[in-house]
């Protein structure tokens, strides 16, 4: 076990490593000039002089390999630098931003799993019906639709259309930011705080919560086929304690590790709703820092993201090895 | 995309005995299994009702553009108009026919989704399949690059494509076919973990016969079932993925009709001409939908271990 | 991106090599040293009952195109909006009669330049102090000028102190420079003396940008380049409450303030908290949800806005939105190699609808243009352009002349344009314009460099806009047109001496109307005779506001008085 611990480490280290460098790499693959986009080339045609200094003032005149020790570097020490945008410290900025996309996160995996779950459960146990039927063809219109339709489409109702209609208060949702940013033991928001909250999150689940339903729904059935199963149908056990006991835990398996994967792809899955709901999390940072050319912002967020999603899937194959004790047994990869 | 071929492995279960008749037994039974799927998928009333959706959307992208008018025809005073005899969904902020205009985008779509599944399925197949089979080294690098690729946002990957290949088709297609291909490998590289270790297939290369072979014919159809499941799936997903780009600015381009670029144009005119976000919308729910219903109905389809 | 149409350069936006040497005094209203307090001023205001408030804006800041608010970097109008409301400078312009700016001192006293305009003098208003109290002295001057000139701290405005005697020493790369002799200041007299690089009697004009604004010595040496990322003390309406941060930035009125040009000495409003906006769209979304107070009218918006809110859509600005041929590596268009395709472009510029496009792209709500100029400068004169109407029949008829002359075109030509904003619905219409007429086209959109990509020889017939520094003539002319501003500004290249001759006659003219005039003679030939440019339309507000804000307005420059503005209870 702790072999396995200290080699999926090492692996991350190596992915963080590969990232880092892949995106550093893409970033001076980006069109244009960093140094005259930073000075405002976007906007006007910029001076020679100014796009010098401002080449100059962040560093990049200096030939690449060299920026690229001295970027590697202060990742290892975790001092990120400062934003090429406007010269605050990205630490700082990281700070801000991350808790408001974890939680995000949190509350849309939460939402997507008991959602999810119960559907599939739901839909295994009546097989085809039409209460399966419909389940099915609505979790898969929601994640059919595109999420900045979904988004746009809650903004419309709960904030604009509930404005001019004059709408009680407490139906009347506000359609973007954080707002007051009140958490009670960091993860559970106030009641103004889940006002903002609950559109992105309800958003941002609807893309997995089919894929958690169908997952289920088929682990249910595979598992409910399972000879042991069969035998304890056999020996007569109620059908409510057979799926308590022995289906739901063994077909949660499969299930938890999806959702454990989905975790770490929705930090940055969640770019979309971001941008939508102007849900200030690193999503949004990311595609700023991308378009803005700020480097130092750019490579912190990789990593931060990456080892969000590589920290997960260790925790989730962890747990999943603990288990599942075949999968412990027979070693090596997954 | 989501990963799920955890899921997808633990599905194929195909019991095998492990002599060389019985060889000849389980190709017989492979192709019977065929059939089988078949006939269950048939039966399944979803499943029957996506390959309705998208053999419409089929037939609309492929003799569609000829029916209808010009997408990039502008009238004159006719503009954000609701739909009326001529202009059947209406016309949009500049004047041009929606109804055109979405025909085209499912044109458009279909197009990159297939062309994008096609060219990831294959990537997929060959480096999964070799990481599989070789393992060792070439396992380690190929699965630590589906690591590190997995965690950049794609948002990344298009910015630095359209550098590289300039914006437009050809730049959405490269990057969603780079983001998408890690699911496939790793299911095909599982498959092939699991199937090297059937007796049946310990025996095939005991007596010698070619690795070619054994690949083809004895590891691929192990295999072929989750891979097209995440194929019909992976088709959806591309098609939103392309309407994903578009909307943050780095997919197809004006004046070409895409759907995903059409609805994020769209949201500013919405309270007057709700159309322009409507149709389009429905367009792209319709052909994921359609591919979704399909993938499901093929896992269902495919699954063996049926009531006996 | 979504604020490309705006642009907010500073004074005469030139590279080092474009000095502009406008010799003697430009307009009498420069030199203008009262600070008279306008009666006009106080019937412009709505009369509060209470005053206070806390104001909500969902309209100024838009994330992609924020840096700092820092008066020495500043960039954008977005984040001027913010940086004016804290920082007060030398002089200001009195926008009471839209069509007759008045240049008033602000922070001067007095303001004067020496014969031959190669020396100016500004007398500061004693016992101004900033927010926490420290003096306003004109040492506070010379130390943010030297401070935000370092070439180290690459200010996007650093080339304005070319302006100053030997400034472009400072600017110069690697430069080591610190002081400028040639600023003199007194803080025993309260005078500050500026020896310029060459005559210009703009300069006062000039300085009424943040970058030339003055900066709490002591303060700023602890932070020096990171001064834009603290609580920042400044001396205008308004004070910071916090530093700002990823969401918002906070203001509270500053009680130590010394009033405007207009006579007003309190702010209105307790509060002002300015929320970044993700896009102009969601901003707009959050308005009508009611979660701001003003908000940006997105593209497409403009019918539905105008109709449901308080809009300052009927504001003229001074801004212009055009194409402009390329006059370099372009012989499809241009007259290189002696050639002389202005039929061509005379018939292009009547080709394009211009009618269509305003209602399509902009509901009806910009202003056809007469020219390129915009109504409210000074020696504005009407109808100048003979070829910017939409016209398809003279369109045709040019054309033709142009065949019979000679000329053909062996492809389609290239329209160049950035994307976002709103361009591509624009373009997409010209195309279909000029296929009416049989001209053939293929666009180039335009993602990243764009404007320094059309000015180093890419322009074809490519997009621009243009926003007022300060309302003069030349803002519009020499800044955009010349050959000085070739490389900057110009996008197009275009270089013609008769053009400058004229110019230079009028920058040297002392009388208003003469000088009106010639700049007119410049206009005409720029558009009758060369057709270098195609104006598509003069710009006009684009904010809503809600039903209980009184006295919001966009001046023609743009930065809103945020002093003036109130809440109705």
Redesign the interface.
Known sequence: MLSFIVRRVFQLLFVVWGAVTLVFFLYFLLPGDAAEILAGGDNRAVSETVVTNTRNKLGLDRPVIVQYGKYLKSIVTFDFGKSFKDGREVSEIIKERAPASLRLAVWAIMLEASVGISLGILSAKRKNSVADTVTTITAAVASAIPVFVLGYAFQQVTGVYANNHDWPQWLRLPVQRIGPDEWYLWIIPSAEQFRYLVQPMIVLASVSTIIVARLTRTTMLEVGKAEYVRTARAKGLKEGVITRRHTLRNAMIPVITFIGIDFGTLITAAILTETVFNWPGLGSKLVASAEGRDLPVLLALTVVVVLVYGIVNLAVDISYAWFDPRVRLAGGER | M???S??IV??TAVVMPGAEDSLKEVVAATRSFRQDSWRRFRSN??AIVGMALVVFLLVVAVIGPFLVQNP???E?LL?KSPPDANHWFGTD???RDVFARVVYGIRLSLFIGLLVSLLEVFVGIVLGAMAGWFGRYF?TIV???V??L????Y???A??M???VG?GTSAVVITLVVTSWLATARVVRAGM?QAKQFDYVEAARAIGVPTRRIITRHIMPNIIQPVLVLTAIGI?SAV?AE??LS???VGV???TPSL?LM??RS??????SPGL?IFP?LA??????GF??IG?GL?DAL?V???V | MARSTRRFTAAAALSLLALTAASCGDSKSTTDTATETTAAAAAVTTVLSQEGGTFIDGAQLVADNLTSYDPGLVQTLDESQVTTAIYDGLTEFDFTDKEKPVLKGLLAEKFEPNADATVWTFTIKKEMTFDNGDPVLPSSFKFAWERNARASFASPYGYLISYVKDGASMQKENSTVTTLDAIKADDEAMTLEVTLESANADFAAIVSHPFFGPLPEKLVKEHMDDWGTTLMVGNGPFKMEAAANEQEVVLVRNDKWGGNVLGDEKANLDRIEFKIQKDPEGGYTAFEAGDTMSASIPPGKFGAAQKDHNNTVKSGTLGVYFFVFGFKNNPQLSDEGGKDNSLLRKAISMAIDREQINQKVYEGTRNLPTGVVPPGIPGFKKDLCKFCAFNIDESKKLLQEWKDAGGTLNGPITINFNTGGGHEDVVSIVQENLKAIGIESTTDPISEKYFGTMAKGGCRFCRAGWYADYPTYGNFTLDLFSTTAVGGNNNGSFSDTKFDDLLAKAQAEVDDTKRGELYNQAEEYLLNDRMAVVPFNWYTGDQVYGDKVVNYDQPPLGIILWERVGIKK
Do not use: C, H, W
């Open positions: 989501s990963d799920l955890n899921e633990n599905d009333k979803l990039l025809a502008q004159r503009y902020q500049i004047g396992d699965m630590r690059l690591d590190i997995l965690a950049i946002p948002f990344l990957v910015v630095a359209i550098a590289v914006r973990l959806g939103l309407s994903a909307f943050l600015g381009q004006e004046p995903g609805i994020s949201q500013s005119f919405f309270s007057e976000l919308g792209i729910v319709i052909t994921v939908l979704l219903l499901d896992r699954d271990k049926d009531e």
